[in-house]
């Protein structure tokens, strides 16, 4: 069964900073499978073939059941668990990071690569972005056309979310519907046409709400 919602990153990004002269270079991307994450990571070690390490970590799965963290170079612990714990603490799921590091001649120390990594990886969040995957369940009304103006001014007025309209022999009236409140909708929708609605549920359909930077 799909989650009913879920955070991810929002879409594919990157953001550089700066640490003791070294460049942090963090790159974002959402994925769904490890294959999709393993390509990522490729790609970012052959476009910076030349950087001293491209660490990386990734999320995937409704639960979680792939996690991978790789210090690529870096003593042990000190790059991908900390990068890895990034995407736990902000609840992320199908999200890949790889962070890229050139070299700037000052040495960080253990504690200085754990907050430089997490750091990079936070920050490469903040910019790319992170959403809110909500499942919604898409509910199709359908009503005589007498009913149109006060199905769709309810709906207007209400939290629901008016997908569309259709206009065939009857009015077919879409709305997107959090899948727990499926049951609500219905007698809601059944007491505003005095039972007269035919109701039934389409596909489902994740909806992305964009979630401010912590």
């Known amino acids: 069964m799909a989650l009913a919602s879920y955070q991810t990153v929002k879409g594919t990004g990157e953001h550089e900073m ?24 490729e790609k970012i070690k052959k476009e910076h073939w030349n950087a001293n390490h491209n660490c990386s ?23 991908g668990v900390p990068m890895l714990e990034v995407l736990k603490k902000r609840g992320l799921k199908d999200t890949v990071v790889v962070v890229t590091r050139y070299f700037g001649g000052i040495k960080l120390g253990a ?17 790319v972005g992170v959403v809110q995957r909500v499942l919604m369940q898409v509910v199709h009304t359908e009503v005589d056309y007498h009913w149109l103006g006060k199905v769709e001014h309810a709906l207007r007025e209400s939290t629901y979310q008016l997908k569309g309209i259709e206009y065939l022999e009857q009015v077919d009236v879409q709305t997107y519907v959090e899948v727990e409140q499926v049951e609500t909708f219905v ?12 109701l039934r549920q389409g596909d489902q359909v994740y909806l992305e709400v964009d979630i401010e930077a912590r």
Request: net charge negative; glycine share 10%.
């Open 187 to 198: 007698e809601w929708m059944t007491n505003i046409t005095n039972g007269q609605a035919k």
């Open 57 to 79: 970590a990734y999320l995937i799965g409704e639960r979680d059941e792939i996690q991978k963290a790789n210090d690529d170079g870096e003593p042990s612990g000190t790059a």
């Open 18 to 41: 700066i640490v003791q002269k070294s460049r942090f270079i963090a790159f974002c991307a959402r994925v769904e499978t490890e294959e999709a994450a393993q390509a990522f990571i």
């Open 111 to 127: 504690g200085g690569l754990i907050r430089a990594y997490g750091s990079a990886v936070s920050e490469g969040l903040n910019a």
